[in-house]
C-alpha cells in the first residue's frame, strides 16, 4: 500500500456509516440504537449484509456477538479479531464503535482489492452491547465471550421495566445456549481494535493516530444514604439527618481521593444522584448515588475505593445517617501487547501517519478480549474529543488513516 492507500474508498465509508447513523430510534442527527430493540436489529442486518456481500462467512453466537471471517490460507491457525459494537446510547452520534466495525470492514476489502491472501483468517467482530443502555453493564458480550460475566449472571440481569435478558435475546432471533458463548484463551492470535479517542488530545496536538498502551477499567458503585425527612420549614438545623448533605460530602470525598493520588490516569464521578422525595419544601430522606472510579493501575484505582469506604463509615457516624454500598463492578485494567504495538507502530510510519502512545481512559471490549487474547488499540482524532453526542465527528481523513494503518497492521499479523 502507497501512502495514499488508493485501494481504500472512503467516499463508500463514509457513506455507509451514515446509513447505519440513519438506523436509529430518534430523528436525526440523534442515534440512538439500543441493544435488541427494532434499530439495533435492523442495524444488524444492515451490518451483516454488507459483511455477506465482501465474501465474509457470518455467524452469531447465542446473544448476537457476530462474526464476519474472511477464511485464511490456514484454517489450523487461530484468526487474527477486529471490530468494535454498533449500538448506542440515546442522544448519541455516528462513530462511536461504529468507525471500528465498519472501517474494519473496510480494511478487509482494501486487502482483497490488493490481492493479498492471509493466512491467518481475518474475523470482523460486533460486539452486543457494549453501552449499558439495556442492563446497566457496559459490554455485555465480550465480558461474556470471555467468561468475565457467566451466564447465571447474565440471566439476572434486568431492564428499567423487569425484562431480562433471555426475553429480549429470544425477541431479537437469538437462541442457543449461554454456555456457548465463552470463548476459548486463544480463540484470536491476535486482537485489534479500531476507535474514536472520545477525548481531545489527538486533535489538540495534531497527530493523525493513537496506539493504546492501555485501557483503564472502572470501578462501580452504589451507594444509599437513609436519612429523615421532613418539613423544610419544621425541622430546626441541628437534628436534622439530610440524605442529600452526607451524599454532598461523600461527592467532595471522593472526588479528594482521586486527586490525592497525584496521577493524572486516576478519575472519579458521581454520575447519578436520585433524591427522594424531591420536593423543594421537603428534607431528602434517601439519596441513592452511583459512583464510577477509573486507573490504569488497579492497586492505585482501589485504594480511591477504600478511601471513599472510609468517607462513608465517617459521615454515617457524624451525620447521624446509614449507609450501605453496593459493589457493582471493578474490572482490572488492561496492558495492550507490545508485538502489536510495534506493528502499529510500524505500519503507522509506513504509511507516513504520525502518531502517539497514550491511554485509553473510556474502556472498550478489548479491555475484556485482554482475558483471552493478546490486544491492542488504535485511536483516531474526534473533533473536540465530544464523543455520546449527536455532534460526535470524526472527518474522512482521520478515519482514512486509521483504517489505512489497520489493514497495515492486520496484513502483517495475518501474514
Known amino acids: 500500500m502507497t501512502t495514499a492507500h488508493p485501494a481504500l474508498s472512503i467516499d463508500r465509508l463514509v457513506s455507509e456509516l451514515q446509513t447505519l447513523a440513519q438506523i436509529s430510534e430518534a430523528a436525526p442527527p440523534v442515534v440512538t440504537r439500543v441493544v435488541f430493540g427494532e434499530a439495533d436489529r435492523r442495524a444488524r ?19 448476537g456477538n457476530t462474526f464476519a471471517r474472511w477464511q485464511g490460507s490456514d484454517r489450523t491457525l487461530a484468526p487474527v479479531g477486529t471490530g468494535s459494537h454498533i449500538d448506542a446510547i440515546p442522544n448519541a452520534g455516528l462513530y462511536d464503535g461504529c468507525a471500528g466495525v465498519l472501517g474494519g470492514l473496510e480494511a478487509i476489502r482494501v486487502l482483497q482489492q490488493l490481492g493479498f491472501e492471509p493466512r491467518r483468517s481475518i474475523e470482523l467482530v460486533i460486539f452486543t452491547s457494549e453501552e449499558p443502555t439495556r442492563f446497566g453493564i457496559g459490554c455485555l458480550g465480550s465480558r461474556m465471550m470471555a467468561n468475565v460475566l457467566t451466564p447465571s449472571q447474565a440471566l439476572e440481569l434486568r431492564d428499567k421495566d423487569g425484562r431480562g435478558l433471555e426475553e ?19 480463540h484470536w492470535h491476535q486482537f485489534v481494535e479500531l476507535h ?7 486533535e489538540q496536538e495534531g497527530v493523525d493516530l493513537g496506539l493504546v498502551t492501555h485501557i ?21 438545623m441541628p437534628g436534622r439527618k439530610d440524605a442529600l448533605a452526607a451524599a454532598a460530602e461523600l461527592i467532595l470525598a471522593l472526588e479528594s481521593a482521586a486527586k490525592s493520588t497525584g496521577a493524572i490516569d486516576t478519575v472519579a464521578t458521581v454520575g447519578v444522584c ?22 490504569i493501575d488497579g492497586t492505585r484505582r482501589d485504594g480511591v475505593l477504600k478511601a471513599l469506604a472510609a468517607a462513608c463509615d465517617a459521615v454515617a457516624s457524624r451525620r447521624g445517617v ?23 507502530e510500524e505500519s503507522a510510519k509506513a504509511a507516513g501517519k504520525s502518531y502517539k502512545k497514550m491511554v485509553s481512559r473510556a474502556y472498550h471490549d478489548s479491555l475484556f478480549m485482554a482475558r483471552i487474547a493478546p490486544v491492542a488499540m488504535l485511536f483516531i482524532p474526534c473533533r473536540g474529543g465530544v464523543s455520546h453526542r449527536p455532534d460526535e465527528y470524526a472527518s474522512p481523513e482521520w478515519i482514512g488513516s486509521g483504517v489505512h494503518v489497520l489493514a497495515r497492521t492486520l ?3 495475518a501474514s
Open 411 to 413: 496484513a502483517e499479523l
Open 274 to 295: 436520585e433524591v427522594f422525595p424531591g420536593a423543594v419544601n421537603s428534607i431528602p430522606s434517601r439519596v441513592t448515588i452511583t459512583t464510577d472510579v477509573r486507573d
Open 196 to 202: 474514536i479517542e472520545q477525548g481531545p488530545l489527538l
Open 322 to 344: 446509614e449507609i450501605t454500598t453496593e459493589l457493582v463492578n471493578a474490572d482490572p485494567p488492561a496492558t495492550c501487547d507490545a508485538a502489536i504495538l510495534n506493528k502499529l
Open 45 to 63: 442486518a444492515y451490518v451483516k449484509k454488507l459483511c455477506a456481500d465482501a465474501g465474509l462467512t457470518v455467524t452469531e453466537d447465542a446473544i
Open 168 to 186: 429480549w435475546r429470544a425477541q431479537a432471533g437469538f437462541k442457543g445456549s449461554l454456555e456457548s458463548v465463552a470463548l476459548p484463551s486463544g
Open 216 to 236: 483503564a477499567a472502572p470501578a462501580s458503585q452504589k451507594i444509599v444514604i437513609e436519612g429523615e425527612g421532613g418539613h423544610a420549614g419544621g425541622r430546626l
